[in-house]
């Protein structure tokens, strides 16, 4: 008998595990409970977790780097690109400006700003470099930024410290503040008359630490500065709302807490400084207080910003504040067995207003590649080793579909390492 194409995507759905309609009937069962309640309720997330195509090849604790998109999404981006091919030039002449900007709304009122101050990129690195490149640099200008700031955006202003004489004044995060106070002083002891820009991250990628942004901007912008914040791993990760952080710029990678397919990130730019900033690669189509004129991206796979309003649905139904209490639940629910245990070192903090999903443990005996290879030959739990600053490790990056049950087999690998 011949399918219909319903019956034939039903029927597919049924190989790729939950269908998009039992995600709906599966959250309709949860609606009465608190979001922390759910974060408890293994049997609900047991289910979800059909909704995704989960290796079995071994524990995946590093979804911090890219994160598995749910099969709903990764199927419809599938299908953006057949339909997209369908057409081609057609297409990407004619359909693919409307339908950008239709998504990159949607971008902007996840996150609470005007969609004029908000482009979609490729990650955060594109964001953040954008705006160190576009700013009109003098010799002995000064940026503030941290030890745990990620790489690329600090090799970024090591460039710009060779070619225009800029002075990089570089502080250290404890990995186990006192207070909010302690951090945002270690900032402010780093200004001077000459500080231009404050670069902070909303949430450090290596140890889960979030850090209060609005405090560190407020105290910033007092003394003249502008703040940037690196929030790679905030968006989709807990509810927040950009306008409330009081920041001048701001970069997230969409494919990881979010959920989008590989290749998507945010810049969002506050209005009034879009015109000072120079744009990485040359256009001349828009007005120079237009965000869009830092968006030159060529011919770009469209698919992937399609994917993108994908996402933010998948992202919706799910919930943020279910979302959050789940991903926070599982990151406690293995560090509290580890963090006083001996041999153990816990570089997350502990107080649940400065951590989400993202732990960091080592292993006293252990160097971190080793602790990271030894988890991944002998037990089969993939991590990423982390060695540097104050934080010496392996981040453990769980996501929604990850159960209590694989973070048992961490926590005994951890307690047998030991």
Partial sequence: MLLNK???????????????????????????????????????????????TVTKDF????????????????????????????????????????????????????????????????????????IISGIDWKAGDEVVMAMQDYGAMVDMFKQQARRYGIVNRIISIPNHPSSDEEIVALYENAITPKTRLLMLCH?????????????????????????????????????????DLHCDYYGSSLHKWLGCPLGAGMLYVKKDKIKQIWPLLGETGYPDDDIRKLNHTGTHPVHTD?????????????????????????????????????????????????????????VEKLKPAELAKTLMERYKIWTVAIDYANVHGVRVTPHLFTTTQDLDALVKALKDLA
């Fill in 203 to 243: 949430i450090i990628n290596v140890t889960g630490h979030i850090l209060p942004v609005r405090k560190i901007a407020d105290m910033a912008h007092a003394k003249g500065v502008e703040v940037m914040v690196d929030g790679a791993h905030a968006v989709g990760h807990f509810d927040f709302k950009l306008p």
């Fill in 59 to 130: 524990i995946h604790l590093e979804n911090g780097y890219y994160i598995l998109a749910s099969n709903e999404v990764l199927e419809a981006y599938i299908q953006h690109i057949r339909d997209i091919n369908a057409i081609s030039s057609r297409y990407m002449r004619t359909r693919q400006f409307d339908d950008k900007l239709a998504v990159r709304k949607q971008l902007a009122e996840l996150v609470g700003a005007s969609y004029e101050e908000v482009i979609i990129t490729r990650n955060t690195t594109e964001s953040l470099d954008t």
């Fill in 306 to 362: 399609l994917a993108l309003a994908d996402a933010i649905k998948f992202h919706q139904k799910i919930g943020i504040a279910r979302k959050e209490a789940r991903l926070r639940y599982l990151q406690t629910y293995w560090t509290s067995q580890v963090r006083n245990h001996p041999g153990i070192v816990v570089n997350t903090p502990s107080d649940p207003a400065r951590h989400g999903a993202i732990g960091n443990v080592g």
């Fill in 6 to 52: 319903r019956q034939f995507m039903q029927s597919l759905t049924g190989l790729i595990g939950l269908s998009q309609s039992n995600i709906d009937a599966l959250l309709s069962s949860i609606y009465s409970q608190t979001p922390e309640q759910v974060a408890q309720d293994e049997a609900f997330w047991g289910e979800l977790r059909k909704g995704f």
